[in-house]
């Protein structure tokens, strides 16, 4: 299994580098699979290494988004088409285009990074070394959908990122490896999901590089320690005022900024960004208070000042200046 180097395995260090794999010879086929922005360092570094030709990419239908409802296509497609990678956006991995583009682009192996899709059985014995996946956890904690965003909200000091072979089972294939990466008090899914998706590309570089070179096996996962981490519903986004302080605060970092932690206000919905602990007399949980530089809310034990707040059809704004546009008072309640 692939760790970094100067600590055990179950602390691998901050350094990135990963241990046993050298250079190699022939130039391995691959069909890389993925979506999101967060997949966008993996397939890059693929692309650049010379060790790999990425054949084809998978990657999720052009989606609308925006203000404007814009169609656009995804952040993987769009690098895909500056390196005159073919491309195909599948609805569902089981439409027979897939199998037959499979076929064309005979893939020694697939690596997956935030595709987006369950990879099929049938699919999954096509490549010769199988679909790769890096998950953004240690496994086996945090499977499923959302595995940066449970652990900030967990409370978690330390979280990584892993590569495994996918199986028919949800994240519970046998792990090439690991590395490991500090959570920040004031991170965001955001910013450790950018950090993560910049040291799991090397990651997954290196285990690609590993199993080309046969040198590199895969481990079983534990059965201790497992967690899930399913994909975050709108309403699971909304922030309960009645839990303590630091539970409000991981939830919203967790949900910053997608998909966004919101509250209520009368019948208006608002966003909100992450809060600092206030230094102020105690409030009922979602009672306000404020001044003229700050919006202070109260949780079930210890009150917050709010950071950003983004009313319904409005770019996201301090909280002081959103006070003074809404005709905020003292005693207004957010639920």
């Known amino acids: 299994m692939l760790l970094r180097d100067d600590l055990p395995p179950a602390y691998p260090s901050s350094d990135t580098s990963t241990t046993g794999i050298d250079g190699g010879s022939a130039a391995m086929r691959l069909v890389f699979a993925g979506t999101p922005a967060a997949a966008v360092p993996a397939l890059r570094a693929l692309i650049a290494s010379e060790r790999h030709?990425?054949?084809?990419?998978?990657?999720?239908?052009?989606?609308?988004?925006?203000?404007?409802?814009?169609?656009?296509?995804?952040?993987?497609?769009?690098?895909?088409h500056e390196h005159a990678i073919e491309v195909l956006t599948p609805a569902r991995v089981s439409d027979p285009e897939v199998s037959e583009a499979l076929s064309r682009w005979a893939?020694?192996?697939?690596?997956?990074?935030?595709?987006?899709?369950?990879?099929?059985?049938?699919?999954?014995?096509?490549?010769?070394h199988g679909w790769i996946n890096l998950h953004f956890s240690l496994l086996p904690a945090w499977r499923g959908a959302a595995p940066v965003q449970a652990a900030i909200a967990a409370g978690d000091e330390v979280t990584g990122a892993s590569t495994f072979e996918i199986e028919r089972g949800l994240d519970t294939g046998p792990v090439y490896g690991v590395v490991t990466e500090k959570i920040a008090a004031e991170d965001t899914a955001t910013s450790l999901l950018d950090r993560l998706s910049v040291i799991g590309a090397e990651l997954l570089v290196r285990t690609l590089d590993g199993i080309e070179d046969g040198e590199l096996a895969p481990v079983p996962q534990s059965t201790d320690g497992i967690s899930h981490a399913p994909k975050i519903s709108v309403e699971a986004a909304r922030v309960n005022w009645s839990l303590p302080d630091h539970i409000v605060d991981r939830h919203i970092r967790a949900m910053t900024d997608e998909p966004g932690a919101w509250t209520m206000l009368g019948d208006t919905r608002i966003k909100v960004g992450p809060v600092?602990?206030?230094d102020h007399d105690p409030l009922p949980p979602g009672v306000v208070a404020v001044t003229k530089k700050s919006v202070i809310v109260g949780t079930g034990g210890g009150a917050v000042a709010l950071g950003d707040v983004q009313p319904p059809g409005k770019k996201a704004m301090s909280a002081a200046d959103w006070a003074r546009g809404a005709h905020l008072t003292d005693g207004a309640v957010l639920s």
């Not at 990425?54 to 952040?75: E, I, M, Y």
């Open 53 to 80: 030709h990425v054949a084809g990419v998978l990657t999720r239908p052009d989606a609308r988004s925006g203000r404007g409802r814009t169609l656009r296509p995804s952040p993987v497609k769009e690098v895909a």
């Open 107 to 128: 893939p020694d192996c697939c690596p997956v990074v935030a595709y987006g899709g369950l990879i099929t059985p049938d699919l999954l014995v096509v490549p010769a």
């Open 276 to 278: 600092n602990r206030a």
